[in-house]
Nanobody
Framework: QVQLVESGGGLVQGGGSLRLSCAAS????????MAWYRQAPEKQRELVAG???????NSADSVKGRFTISRDNAKNMVYLQMNSLKPEDTAVYYC?????????WGQGTQVTVSS
């Protein structure tokens, strides 16, 4: 069982920045992949960015150059730095962890970007 707790969401003006944090209940060395997903109203959940245990990252084309995923192994934390935010980034953002026994989700944090 892996518990994930997100924080850092909120309301921000377009062009602004936010940093989301995800705290894992186990050592992230045990987690194969950690990722951020988002789900906007009436839309499917989509991958935003992911980072492997080895540090390889990937991100959606829509956020490339604006969002950066990173990890702090000592603190069992994963972050999503979001810059140049746009109204279309408005969504609930979820932390996700893949381990050999399954896949786990956090409860989500709301990000709202005003125009």
């Amino acid at each position: 069982q892996v518990q994930l707790v997100e924080s850092g969401g909120g309301l921000v003006q377009g062009g602004g920045s936010l940093r989301l944090s995800c705290a894992a209940s186990i050592s992230i060395f045990s987690i194969e992949v950690m990722a951020w997903y988002r789900q906007a109203p009436e839309k499917q959940r989509e991958l935003v960015a992911g980072i492997s245990r080895g540090g390889t990252t990937n991100s959606a084309d829509s956020v490339k150059g604006r969002f950066t995923i990173s990890r702090d192994n000592a603190k069992n934390m994963v972050y999503l730095q979001m810059n140049s935010l746009k109204p279309e980034d408005t969504a609930v953002y979820y932390c996700n962890a893949i381990v050999p026994t399954g896949r786990y989700w956090g409860q989500g944090t709301q990000v709202t970007v005003s125009s």
